[in-house]
């Protein structure tokens, strides 16, 4: 389906206020889940919608439709609901879009590989390595995949016309074992942005072989040392801590309740310590040339050398900070607003060797996933629960610890980080839900930071 520069000009034209948009968007996705052997029917969808959304100072309407016929008259409909007359009177500057003349919602292909080679390469690997008879301590298991392909095209009042393809790519594995009152969970998955890079039997064989790996190291486990010290966390737990615990706070819309609010140019964190949102990463999730308000892609420095620099921000809060977006303005669907959100969020890696740091060491703990996690707003402390960690005993890793936390207090935290490795490295199949479910990249090397462990 084609949109034009001049009918999208027209509609934002005839109504009114600060910052007005349309949002059209063209969604397929497939879905297919097998558990214990069981494969569920495949789920196809495939939507076309748009949203309008009118925005003052004080006021802020927004509405969805549920499909592309009869656009003028809906548009009137919206201005029936929302605009008085004395609203309909207000001039408010003209808008005049940029870009091309036309923009294509695109049909989206075809999923261009056969359910059958899915399903028989799945059967295939759960019986090599997952079936009873060959890892009898697997009790439950669960496989899924996920293909969305979303495109969508932007019109507003920042003289923005264009469009754009989102991908939403997911394979994903949850092995359980039980025994008496004991119950292991694992997850593991593969994400990529587009439809067929990274989908394959090799890559989903390493994601199982993994799984079954952390699986079995847990069954063999020791209770926890309780006391503040030293903990390594390596790359694959450190971005769970950071997302949720400090990158969070610097997200612009949440600046009310952040510990870094007001502190632009001030001291944050250790030295060395550079974090850094950069979506433009190619083949990394959500990887994207523009945001969905339709500003570039770029890499934001949000802290440097462990000076505060700047938060993120979408076209609301740049506004209310006399700032320019950072783009990142995202929204889940069309029936969303959009909003501050993270894109490709990392710790900037430094010269030092793990290998090194656990050679450093004689009695320390070594942090490698985790698991839930709870963060208190008013004070900056929180807690997570550790999936899978050690013992550092004599300068090496020895026993699984579990029943164990670590808590502190995140600015302390982030002033507290002695060691940054150099072994960065991407997780790329995390969703986080901050008011809208949306994918996130992050990643992280090993540090060395002092946190307080607790046995459970």
Not at 98 to 124: M, Q, R, V
Request: glycine share 2%; hydrophobic share 40%; charged share 25%.
């Amino acid at each position: 389906m084609q949109i034009t520069k001049e009918q999208t000009q027209n509609y934002l034209n005839s109504f009114n206020w600060e910052f007005r948009e349309i949002f059209f968007e063209k969604s397929k996705t497939f879905k297919f889940t097998c558990v214990n052997w069981i494969f569920k029917t495949p789920v196809f969808s495939s939507l076309e919608w748009f949203s309008i959304l009118s925005r003052s100072w004080k006021n802020e309407y927004f509405k969805v439709f549920s499909d592309l016929e009869n656009i003028d008259e809906k548009i009137e409909r919206f201005k029936e609901e929302f605009f008085n007359k004395d609203d309909l009177q207000i001039i408010s500057p003209k808008i005049i879009l940029n870009g091309k003349e036309k923009l294509e919602l695109k049909n989206i292909e075809n999923i261009n590989f056969e359910i059958d080679e899915i399903i028989s390469s799945t059967l295939d690997l759960f019986q090599e390595y997952i079936s009873k008879d060959k890892k009898s301590f697997v009790s439950s298991s669960e496989i899924s995949v996920i293909l969305s392909h979303k495109s969508f095209i932007v019109g507003n009042s920042e003289w923005n016309f264009s469009n754009d393809t989102n991908f939403y790519n997911t394979y994903f594995i949850k092995l359980i074992w039980e025994k008496a009152e004991n119950r292991e969970e694992i997850y593991e998955k593969i994400t990529w942005t587009d439809i067929i890079h990274k989908f394959n039997k090799e890559n989903f064989k390493k994601a199982i072989l993994k799984s079954i790996n952390v699986l079995e190291k847990q069954l063999d486990w020791k209770t926890s040392p309780s006391w503040k010290i030293d903990v390594i966390i390596w790359n694959e737990a450190w971005w769970t801590i950071i997302h949720e615990a400090v990158w969070h706070w610097l997200e612009a819309d949440l600046q009310n309740s952040s510990v870094y609010k007001n502190k632009i140019w001030q001291k944050v964190a250790s030295e060395n310590v550079t974090v850094v949102d950069n979506p433009t990463n190619i083949w990394e999730r959500w990887f994207y040339n523009f945001d969905h308000e339709w500003h570039f892609a770029k890499n934001t420095v949000l802290i440097e050398n462990w000076i505060l620099k700047s938060y993120l921000h979408n076209t609301k809060t740049a506004k209310k900070f006399w700032v320019s977006s950072t783009g990142h303005g995202r929204k889940e669907t069309y029936q969303h607003k959009s909003l501050v959100r993270m894109w490709n969020t990392y710790l900037l890696p430094w010269t030092d060797k793990k290998e090194d740091l656990i050679a450093k060491v004689s009695h320390w703990i070594y942090v490698s996933r985790m698991w839930w996690w709870q963060v208190n707003i008013t004070n900056w402390n929180f807690v997570f629960k550790v999936q899978n960690w050690y013992l550092i005993e004599n300068w090496k890793l020895t026993h699984n610890v579990k029943w164990a936390t670590i808590s502190w207090n995140w600015p302390e935290m982030l002033n507290e980080i002695y060691w940054i490795c150099d072994d960065l490295n991407f997780f790329d199949w995390w969703t986080c839900g901050k008011w809208q479910s949306m994918p996130v990249s992050d990643a992280c090397p090993t540090i060395l930071t002092k946190l307080k462990v607790s046995w459970v």
